[in-house]
């Protein structure tokens, strides 16, 4: 999410922007669906790319967050968007090339070293090679741009959670009423939106403490792990199992990733963002707006800012609270979501009213983040 968006904004600024895509497939093939925050589409609009780029999103109205027993617990009132991961990351392209940036696929980094100068020289695994003076590494929890750019720096730890999803056709009974409903189950956490008469996105969390990898999921077949998933959580009401069941096309699944924050985001002209510099727990539905945030914030202290150390310097500085705050509350979060032990599911519950309603105020507030002003003229060279 967050490269195409930092060349958005880039490009807007008077830079000249190459966008480097790993993927060998089709973006839109990439992934399942993830909600985004208002401030997340509070960015796409700042750019101006807001309807185009959420056009095929579901908007939803609310989250309703019932317990394992089906009673209602809390509500929480705030807008957001659910929407296909790579249909968002398609789109998102698109507007990049629309303003101009120059994309190239298949470009899987191999590696970066910094010139005397402090301009860079990249390669990749395909063969080819490029230059340049400023190195924005977009690429995710498992980023080769930290790698190369930061040694030291933590690399991805699993969090101990095995997330998927997918989308179910239903009967009509299932009402389309712009809810996301969430579930605390006895061994897992689940939740689902009807998007349409008789189709429904789901996701399911839970927790498992010996890691396994994407390719090792990706092993099993969807029939072996929705049989899974219902019997997973045949303790709780029985809709979870209807909607698993009725499953059609990719199940997706995925180990749960965290990266710290890193203590230094950057070294010369080059830098991680987004999931490469703080990649946290999804537990709060923040993950892709943070990235969005960081690729506003970073091009607008690039607009601020002509030196380029000094404006990545700033934006880490104004950006480190914020990240901080949202990866506290996710693994406080995740800690009620999956709970490891049936003691820890009965306090879950216990408490569970009381700490959702609190968590609903702090996010109606927005965690006391806000967006910094949009710097007006262009400070490329």
Same mark, same amino acid.
């Given at each position: 999410?967050?490269?195409?968006?930092?060349?958005?904004? +880039? &490009?807007?600024?008077?830079?000249?922007?190459?966008?480097?895509?790993?993927?060998?497939?089709?973006?839109?093939?990439?992934?399942?669906?993830?909600?985004?925050?208002?401030?997340?589409?509070?960015?796409?609009?700042?750019?101006?790319?807001?309807?185009?780029?959420?056009?095929?999103?579901?908007?939803?109205?609310?989250?309703?967050?019932?317990?394992?027993? #089906?009673?209602?617990?809390?509500?929480?009132?705030?807008? @957001?968007?659910? /929407?296909?991961?790579?249909?968002?990351? %398609?789109?998102?392209?698109?507007?990049?090339?629309?303003?101009? *940036?120059?994309?190239?696929?298949?470009?899987?980094?191999?590696?970066?070293?910094?010139?005397?100068?402090?301009?860079? $020289?990249?390669?990749?695994?395909?063969?080819? %090679? &490029?230059?340049?003076?400023? *190195?924005?590494?977009?690429?995710?929890?498992?980023?080769? *741009?930290?790698?190369?750019?930061?040694?030291?720096? !933590?690399?991805?730890?699993?969090?101990?959670?095995?997330?998927?999803?997918?989308?179910?056709?239903?009967?009509?009974?299932?009402?389309?009423?712009? +809810?996301?409903?969430?579930?605390?189950?006895?061994?897992?956490?689940?939740?689902?939106? *009807?998007?349409? !008469?008789?189709? /429904?996105?789901?996701?399911?969390?839970?927790?498992?403490? $010996?890691?396994?990898?994407?390719?090792?999921?990706a092993q099993i077949t969807d029939a072996e792990w929705v049989g899974a998933l219902v019997e997973r959580h045949r303790p709780d009401p029985a809709v979870i199992g209807e909607i698993i069941n009725a499953s059609v096309g990719p199940?997706?699944?995925?180990?749960?990733?965290?990266? !710290?924050?890193?203590?230094?985001?950057?070294? #010369?002209?080059?830098?991680?963002?987004?999931?490469? %510099?703080?990649?946290?727990?999804?537990?709060?539905?923040?993950? &892709?707006?943070? &990235?969005?945030?960081?690729?506003?914030?970073? @091009?607008?202290?690039?607009?601020?800012?002509?030196?380029?150390?000094?404006?990545?310097?700033?934006?880490?500085?104004?950006?480190?609270?914020?990240?901080?705050?949202?990866?506290?509350?996710?693994?406080?979060?995740?800690?009620?979501?999956?709970?490891?032990?049936?003691?820890?599911?009965?306090?879950?519950?216990?408490?569970?009213?009381?700490?959702?309603?609190?968590? /609903?105020?702090?996010?109606?507030?927005?965690?006391?983040?806000?967006?910094?002003?949009?710097?007006?003229?262009?400070?490329?060279?």
């Amino acid at each position: 999410m967050a490269g195409p968006t930092l060349a958005v904004g +880039l &490009a807007r600024s008077g830079f000249d922007v190459t966008l480097y895509e790993a993927y060998t497939r089709r973006v839109q093939d990439v992934g399942s669906f993830f909600n985004l925050a208002p401030l997340g589409r509070a960015v796409l609009e700042q750019l101006g790319i807001a309807n185009k780029v959420l056009g095929s999103g579901t908007v939803c109205t609310g989250i309703s967050f019932r317990n394992h027993k #089906g009673r209602w617990l809390a509500d929480n009132p705030e807008t @957001t968007t659910n /929407i296909m991961r790579g249909e968002l990351s %398609a789109a998102l392209r698109e507007a990049a090339v629309a303003d101009g *940036v120059e994309l190239k696929t298949e470009k899987r980094l191999q590696s970066l070293a910094e010139r005397p100068d402090g301009t860079w $020289e990249l390669s990749f695994a395909d063969g080819s %090679a &490029a230059e340049a003076d400023i *190195v924005a590494g977009c690429d995710g929890v498992h980023s080769e *741009v930290r790698r190369h750019l930061l040694p030291q720096a !933590p690399q991805a730890a699993y969090a101990g959670v095995v997330g998927s999803g997918g989308l179910s056709e239903v009967s009509d009974r299932f009402t389309v009423d712009g +809810l996301f409903h969430m579930t605390f189950g006895l061994r897992g956490f689940f939740g689902y939106q *009807v998007i349409s !008469p008789g189709k /429904i996105l789901w996701f399911e969390n839970h927790h498992e403490q $010996e890691e396994r990898t994407f390719a090792q999921l990706a092993q099993i077949t969807d029939a072996e792990w929705v049989g899974a998933l219902v019997e997973r959580h045949r303790p709780d009401p029985a809709v979870i199992g209807e909607i698993i069941n009725a499953s059609v096309g990719p199940v997706w699944r995925w180990p749960v990733y965290e990266v !710290p924050a890193l203590e230094r985001w950057h070294r #010369g002209t080059a830098m991680v963002i987004g999931d490469a %510099a703080h990649a946290i727990q999804p537990h709060l539905g923040v993950g &892709a707006t943070l &990235a969005l945030e960081d690729a506003y914030e970073l @091009t607008a202290a690039m607009r601020r800012e002509p030196d380029v150390t000094a404006a990545f310097t700033a934006f880490q500085a104004d950006r480190r609270a914020r990240v901080a705050e949202m990866m506290k509350q996710a693994q406080r979060m995740g800690a009620v979501m999956t709970p490891r032990h049936w003691w820890e599911r009965t306090m879950r519950d216990l408490t569970l009213p009381v700490a959702i309603k609190r968590g /609903i105020k702090r996010s109606a507030q927005g965690f006391g983040y806000r967006l910094h002003p949009w710097p007006s003229g262009s400070q490329a060279a």
